[in-house]
T-cell receptor, first 110, second 115 residues
Framework: LAKTTQPISMDSYEGQEVNITCSHNNIATNDYITWYQQFPSQGPRFIIQ???TKVTNEVASLFIPADRKSSTLSLPRVSLSDTAVYYC???????????FGTGTRLQVFP | EAQVTQNPRYLITVTGKKLTVTCSQN?????MSWYRQDPGLGLRQIYY???????DKGDVPEGYKVSRKEKRNFPLILESPSPNQTSLYFC??????????????FGPGTRLTVT
């Protein structure tokens, strides 16, 4: 499974766009990039997954450059309720183990 | 509503008193897993199950047991709990075939304190 590196924490203000970058230099050909969100004292929640270029859903966008060695989770116009820990995971679609790193703690201020 | 449920949500117990944390999912998922989350250590996998009667160890299985007799249930058993098992526990499930097992659904968590 590819090792991932992401910032430990980020601060933002309401209404701003937040971009969280994840580095995964040894990503394999069949690996996908998945992001989870975790609120305090709740289970992680799957938010987006992609393989290349750009993926968008109602929650976020995921940008993946051509070399796939990094990816960026973009949260448009964050609100206080987006304060959470965001985890980047990299691996094949079918796996027996999710490996969560320490994630990025996003704090949104009013 | 598609969901993973865990019971109890909170439990305070004493060292050595056997306990079971139940996990149930209503999505017909093949794969189920248990994690524990500790400050500074993140989420660590305890056990997982690919299907009924198929279980395997994760990264931190010591002191835990699991069973998968039915597809929907995956209980976590602590035969003789110790204080170092004080933690926040999450159960998760996903499809193993025909979908991404990275899209896991997590339960609400069980906060266990062992004194």
């Amino acid at each position: 499974l590819a090792k991932t590196t992401q910032p430990i924490s980020m601060d933002s203000y309401e209404g701003q766009e937040v971009n969280i970058t994840c580095s995964h230099n040894n990503i394999a050909t069949n690996d996908y990039i998945t992001w989870y969100q975790q609120f305090p004292s709740q289970g992680p929640r799957f938010i987006i997954q992609g393989y290349k270029t750009k993926v968008t859903n109602e929650v976020a966008s995921l940008f993946i450059p051509a070399d796939r060695k990094s990816s960026t989770l973009s949260l448009p116009r964050v609100s206080l309720s987006d304060t959470a820990v965001y985890y980047c995971l990299v691996g094949p679609l079918s796996t027996d183990k999710l490996i969560f790193g320490t994630g990025t703690r996003l704090q949104v201020f009013p | 509503e598609a969901q993973v449920t865990q019971n109890p949500r909170y439990l305070i117990t004493v060292t050595g008193k056997k306990l079971t944390v139940t996990c149930s999912q209503n999505m017909n998922h093949e794969y189920m897993s248990w994690y524990r989350q500790d400050p500074g250590l993140g989420l660590r996998q305890i056990y997982y199950s690919m299907n009924v009667e198929v279980t395997d160890k994760g990264d931190v299985p010591e002191g835990y047991k699991v069973s998968r007799k039915e597809k929907r249930n995956f209980p976590l058993i602590l035969e003789s709990p110790s204080p170092n098992q004080t933690s926040l526990y999450f159960c998760a499930s996903s499809f193993q075939w025909g979908g991404s097992s990275y899209e896991q659904y997590f339960g609400p968590g069980t906060r266990l304190t062992v004194t």
